[in-house]
């Protein structure tokens, strides 16, 4: 199966981890099967028949077999492949009707008149079916049996798309013996297949004007021509007579087949040593260009791998949705007609089909390594190609390992997720076979695989036997190779340095593995191979002085740390972003546009080091110019992130700093500028295992605000108030503990934060006793006394937990949220207690500064009615409490079906003091309000319109019940309306952690 980049894939598996034989039996079991089956386009089923001969070759009396009926995984919610699903997040299969559902029936195991005992186990689709005698070495059975499958829409890989049909792993077929015993498996939409090689003899029977190509050889001379036009525009319909097309298979392990009235085929005869092999595309409208790829796939594969034994390769083009293309015997089906998908997809028929390896428990014998000859494939057509693909893939694989996420190459699909198994066994595992040919050679390595195929084609090879052939055709030890880079998580990682006696270079990782340093000394350039102990060092010897040294120059290894790879890099300045070179040490600028209500247009550049790839030290510096107040303003963040040994566990310590100007609410309209300086660490938490959908964290942080006042106070007479205050700084303690569970059904998360401030400012205070006359104006002044700084404390804890409740709509739960929060102490300032809006309608005050926000403490226009999604999220507009203990926020928001984003909430609030607010006449001591909700981007920019809140609400905002002053009162629908404009995500350094392409 193919994987693009853009593509996300994880695997589940009932197996268990037991420890398993990786040497294969000398032995190998065969299964011949005969199949008589009818398509019934009209309900969609096939009725059939089939006779299973299995031949036991083993040294074991075989009592029972265990049977796949695979069309079973799509019966209910609660099969392998349903679960799967549910976790990828996947939901169309959850939430599909039954009629669009499938399912396996009428089965009656018989065998030599007998009718044969049946057990179930834990999965639907996998029979344990009990022989009536049984069978020693050297020694058949035959079983057979009728059924009848309901085929489902095309959720994954069999199914139909009206009347286009897609029949794959769709018969009873026998599981696996081997070495290791038997290998029943359930059938999953991201772990693929394992099954016996034999003989088929298919008759498959349809409405006369389909199109059917199969696995196999056609046994109708008249059927397939060598062209045929197909239909785009309209589905004709069914043809009343009936035909029945036989296929015939020999030496291969499973049978696939796809009709369609809409289909035609181009051909093409492709030269294999004094073979002919022929190349069909078919399709609704069938590219003659696409053969090309076809031809691509079979000369390569067969000149560097081993010849094409089969008499055709077809390519289907139609609907699948587990993948690009999926593969079978000498038929592959693909969704996306790409020379890349096509080559893949061919490929496969070496390495799966012809190299037949347990694809669910080691899926790196057939993906990885068919993904490197895929690359090479088309780089031999287009050597100028940059392989953007693997580019991105080595990022990723390269982000995972600083976040402690990355999964050994050679993991077993069971283990990976969904990203991992792109990234590891397509990504990092295709690279890994380049790395494997530069240390043996061009010539050595192939060598090494065509004797690996002709040892093992038509067989089942486990890892260490390809190692052992590896080893015993290139004479060399590659434990290296197949026992750490395939089989651990280890990044490599040499450093190479200048040394009084040459160079110096050293092994940081905890993997032996060789790398090639190229050596420049005095214009004579070698490269040599060296292999370090892990935390050691060895010296390269060179006395002249004009000498450079540079690991891994042609990128051929697995060593992503490229800034320690090369002993003179250069700082170099490159505009935008991109990828990190060993010769240069990247500064990237990008011009930079801000904007606030305050500094007005801000202009200036942001220098970076975010590459497509992450690293573990990562900055960024953006300062911009207000020409509004002629102020330099920016932000600022450094972060270095260490991965650590658990699943996913890792350690963040960054430093974020930014500075703006603003008016200080609390202050009448005073302006100030701020600069805040945030120190933090973030511990990740380990996970149970790397699928585990549950996240944990614990940050501490300190938060030092710098308030530099735009204005003065005239000491020598002072304005009749007792005193004006300066704010000098706030420092912030707070401790977070985070805990998310990102299940696709009924997810939560939990927020648990304290924080303990202190407020410093600077008062400056009036001589009483001493005014001076009244002027005509009639103001009096008070001499200045004296300045007085002051302070406050300011001690919380607070707590945010969110549920999602599926009720039956696809991406749309009932969603629940709740938020508690506790004063311990505050200074007397309304902004650090309990507030719920304020005088100026909602008035989102971010006393941390946390929030990027165009207009802070709006007191005019729309952003009045901006609230934060953190915090208390609360839609309720005026000052409507500002207690100093505790204050409780209840909601509930319901999705609509269909596509409008659109949601019913309801809102609920209680505090410590509701009751005894002077305008709560009724003493009640709680208060809703309800609205529609507008996702214009959730979580990012969404509206929220109030209809009906409580009458004493109402009454206090129309000054009813003596309230909100005149000039403050809240009238009107439009007042009441509320919004998220949530710009955090949107910073560069936070952009780059959460690109995630899979």
Known sequence: MHKNVILAFLLFSYLGAAAQSKTQSSWQQQVDYMVDVKLDDV???????IAITYTNNSPDTISFMYIHLWPNAYKNNTTAFAKQMEENGEMDFYYSKDKDRGFIEGLDFKSGGVKLKVDTTENIDVVKVMLAKPIKTGEQVTLFTPFRVKLPKVFSRLGHENQDYFITQWYPKPAVYDVNGWNPMPYLNMGEFYSEFGSFKVNVTVPANYTIVATGECQNADELSATKSGTVDSVPPSDSRLKTVKFEANNVHDFAWFASKRWGYVTKKIKVGEREVLARVVAAEPDIENLKHIETAITYYSNNVGPYPYSHATVVHGELKAGGGMEYPMITLCDFMSEEVIVHEVGHNWFYGILANNERRYPWMDESINSYYEGQAMQKEDSKKLDLNGLIMNALVQDNMLLGEHQAIATASAELTEGNYGMSVYGIGSS???????????????????????????????PDDMKKSFETTSGKNLTWFFDEVLQTNKKIDYAVCKHKQGFELKNNSAIAAPVPVKVTADGKTTTTWYEVFPGESIILPSAAKDRIAQIDAFGETLDFNLGNNKTDSKVKLKFGSGIDKPEFKEVYVLPALGWNAYDRLMLGLSFHNYAIANKSLQYMVMPLYSFEKKSLNGIAAVSYTMPLDGAGEHLIYSLDAKSFNFEERESFGKDYKYIKVAPSIEYVLPKSNQRSPINRSIKLAYNFIELIPDFDINRSEKVSIIENVIERNRQFFTLDYKLENKSSINGFSLDIGAQYGLISSNSVLADLANPTPFDSTRRRFFPHLKDSL????????????KYDLDIGLKN?????????SYIFDSPDATIYKNTIGSLDKAGLYDYRFDEYLMHRNATYGMFQNQISNRRAFSKFVGLLASNETWLLDFQISVPLPGKIPIRPYVEFMAYDDLDKETWNSTGKKLIYNLGLELQVIPDRLEIFFNLAQSSIVTDYQDGTTGGLSSNRQINTFAERITFVLDLNGLMPQKLKRQLKMF
């Open 43 to 49: 309900n969609h089923t096939l009725d059939g028949e």
């Open 432 to 462: 890994a076979f380049g790395y494997l040919k530069a240390y043996l050679g061009d010539g050595i390595f192939k060598k090494c695989m065509l004797a690996y195929y002709e040892t093992w084609k038509f067989k089942h090879p486990l």
């Open 790 to 801: 002051t302070s406050a404390n300011l001690l919380t804890v607070s707590s945010i937990f």
């Open 812 to 820: 749309k739960p009932l969603q629940f949220r709740a938020y508690g």
